[in-house]
């Protein structure tokens, strides 16, 4: 039984979806179905259901999950207890608040693996060697390495009368109580002033947002990443294709040299044909003293 077939497993596990399980560990959405396949076969029974909107556990596969899990995290363990310490290197990492936990989680645990890094997480406004942000906060002296896309979603109350509808229009937005978060891209949404609403409240955070939706205040359009576990809202599509870019923003110069082995971790492979990354451009510098938006 493969390590890396297991971690392929407990991922599809999590996400009930083999493309955001493939994002989640930076590998191709073959890779991780031919691991599934594998496991299936080693095991002689199904492990998930396939149906069009995603991988639906089986029983199996919810008592197969804990052991895998334990198997994982005994295999790390050991991989940390027996390796040589070496001179840890510092890196300081600042996050965006609005984050999908689930990718932050992927991206982080093979740093945090090593013995030889110390990582500093801190906000995405203050000093760091490197921060993961969504593309509209990249400064014009950053390069800026794509990880992940994901898309705006409505998260509406369980009760509201929009949940009766499978996607919904702008049109269907107009006069109903909306929560507004600070600093976000859903500005690029909501930026035609035909569009006719009301702002119920104005908050800093998903958690906040989507705190006051379940309550029953109003309807928000979050990330999808941080409304996927939620199970006391309501998600619905939205007619707009909204989405933003995630991904390592980082200094033209001076890379430390853990953040050079973070770029070879994440940095796909080099295909011919293929240009080398340069800066952002037409960008500008994000200042330091700005809150971190969603």
């Given at each position: 039984m493969d390590l890396r077939e297991l971690r392929y497993f407990a991922a599809v596990f999590d996400e009930r979806n083999l493309t955001r399980a493939a994002a989640r560990c930076f590998v191709s959405q073959p890779s991780v179905s031919l691991a599934i396949a594998n496991l299936e076969t080693e095991l002689g029974t199904a492990l998930f259901i396939r149906h069009k909107k995603g991988m639906m556990p089986t029983d199996a596969a919810e008592?197969?999950?804990?052991i895998a899990r334990r198997i994982i995290g005994e295999a790390d363990a050991a991989r940390?207890?027996?390796?040589?310490?070496a001179p840890r290197h510092v890196?300081?990492?600042g996050l965006m608040r609005t984050l999908d936990p689930a990718q932050v989680i992927a991206l982080l645990k093979?740093?945090?693996a090593r013995s030889d890094?110390?990582?500093?997480?801190?906000?995405?406004?203050?000093?760091a060697d490197a921060r993961i942000v969504s593309r509209s906060l990249v400064g014009s002296h950053d390069y800026f390495l794509p990880l992940w896309t994901e898309r705006y979603v409505a998260a509406l109350p369980p009760s509201h009368p929009l949940t009766l509808k499978e996607r919904l229009r702008l049109a269907d937005l107009k006069g109903v109580a909306m929560i507004d978060r600070c600093h976000c891209e859903q500005s690029d949404?909501?930026?035609?002033?035909?569009?006719?609403?009301?702002?119920?409240?104005?908050?800093?955070?998903e958690d906040w947002a989507l705190a006051l939706v379940a309550a029953g205040v109003g309807v928000a359009i979050v990330p999808e990443g941080a409304a996927r576990n939620r199970t006391d809202v309501i998600v619905r599509e939205i007619e707009l294709s909204v989405k933003r870019q995630v991904g390592l923003a980082y200094p033209v110069a001076g890379a430390s040299e853990v953040l050079k082995i973070l770029i070879a971790q994440l940095r796909p492979k080099p295909?011919?044909?293929d240009r080398p990354?340069?800066?952002?451009?037409?960008?500008?510098?994000?200042?330091?003293?700005?809150?971190g938006g969603g």
């Open positions: 008592r197969f999950q804990p940390r207890l027996f390796r040589e310490q890196m300081k990492l093979p740093l945090t890094v110390s990582l500093h997480i801190v906000g995405v406004s203050e000093q949404l909501f930026g035609k002033p035909a569009l006719q609403r009301e702002v119920a409240a104005i908050v800093e955070t295909q011919r044909g990354a340069s800066p952002a451009k037409g960008r500008k510098v994000v200042k330091r003293g700005r809150r």
